[in-house]
């Protein structure tokens, strides 16, 4: 009897197991490594946003992706788990469905502003639409990479999704870093586009302390700390938890125009890189492997080396920013 108790277990689970690798059903990695944190309504932990919150967001990134998919020929379905106190996030694809599936775990943790969960939802979107590079492992190569997704994270989506009108009342951290505020100075010169990149920096930085919390970091994440880090193949797991910061930054600084679109093959499509003619906005050496078409890195990113004169007399953490040995990873 408990052989065949056992055995009905073990079918359902393999049945499951198999269902996610089922033609048209094809499963992504979340937003977080696995994780055991759950943050339940109510509960002591429950400090990040409310369901209003939460719903208002996911309503201005539902109206601006339904039709970008609907035209992909695929519908874009937002899964709104708020009662469900797992901290992370997903995508999928099933058939003609396009899927990203919020949890109101990871909505309510402290660091969760809403700025913050937009970029969560933005990297969800960005497994979708965020280009090459794609993964090459059993999600089955539809899927934009982890720290390509964090990337278009910043460069597109939340560029539309701050755009909306009903985004200006989102929560977001309390004061602007000021090496961010200096690099979207750089970056931009309208106060529209540099309001933009710096809100995307800051929702990276908040998040970022969760990543910190998950992964027991020694330290805080910080912009004028870059991971020094430099892959010898293209990472595509999430990448440590400095590495995502420096990501977010990238992204938000990248000048490269809405319009322009990433491809799913080409990774210079879209993107700030060498092989076109940026030197800011580069995907961090902390998970990017540059194609061998891709001129050598240089050692500082002209926007920061631009920034020295205004840093100049300043905090002498933010004048480290014109430092060539800091920038070695970028």
Wanted: charged residues 20%.
């Amino acid at each position: 009897m408990v052989r065949a108790a056992f055995a009905s277990v073990l079918g359902a689970v393999l049945m499951a197991a198999l269902s996610l690798h089922a033609p048209g059903h094809r499963l992504c990695s979340g937003f977080l490594p696995e994780n055991n944190l759950r943050i339940d309504v109510g509960s002591f932990e429950d400090k990040g946003i409310t369901e209003a919150q939460f719903n208002r967001v996911l309503d201005v990134v539902e109206k601006i992706y339904k039709p970008v998919v609907a035209a992909k020929g695929a519908t874009l379905v937002v899964e709104r788990k708020w009662d469900d106190g797992t901290v992370n996030a997903y995508a999928q694809q099933q058939g003609g469905k396009w899927m990203i599936s919020m949890f109101g775990g990871l909505a309510r943790h402290s660091a969760v502003t809403q700025d913050g969960f937009a970029l969560v939802a933005c990297h969800e979107m960005s497994h979708h639409l965020g280009g090459a590079p794609k993964s090459s492992g059993w999600f089955g190569g539809w899927a934009t990479i982890e720290g390509q997704a964090d990337y278009g994270a910043n460069l597109k989506c939340l560029r539309r999704v701050f755009a909306e009108v009903s985004a200006k009342s989102f929560t977001r951290p309390v004061g602007d870093d000021p090496v961010a505020v200096v690099a979207c100075e750089q970056a931009f010169s309208s106060s529209k586009d540099r309001a933009i990149c710096l809100r995307g920096a800051m929702a990276g930085k908040s998040v970022s302390a969760l990543f910190k919390a998950l992964s027991s970091d020694p330290k805080d994440a910080e912009f004028n700390t870059p991971d020094p880090a430099v892959v010898t193949e293209m990472d595509e797991s999430h990448p440590a938890t400095q590495c995502r910061l420096d990501t977010y930054l990238q992204g938000s600084i990248c000048a490269k125009p809405l319009s322009s679109e990433v491809s799913d093959k080409d990774v210079f499509a879209g993107t700030c890189n060498r092989k076109t003619g940026q030197v800011s906005g580069l995907r961090p050496l902390c998970w990017y492997k540059p194609p061998k078409d891709e001129p050598a890195a240089q050692s500082v990113p002209a926007v920061m080396a631009g920034a020295s004169k205004i840093l100049k007399g300043q905090d002498s953490a933010l004048s480290t920013l014109a430092g060539e040995d800091l920038w070695k990873g970028l």
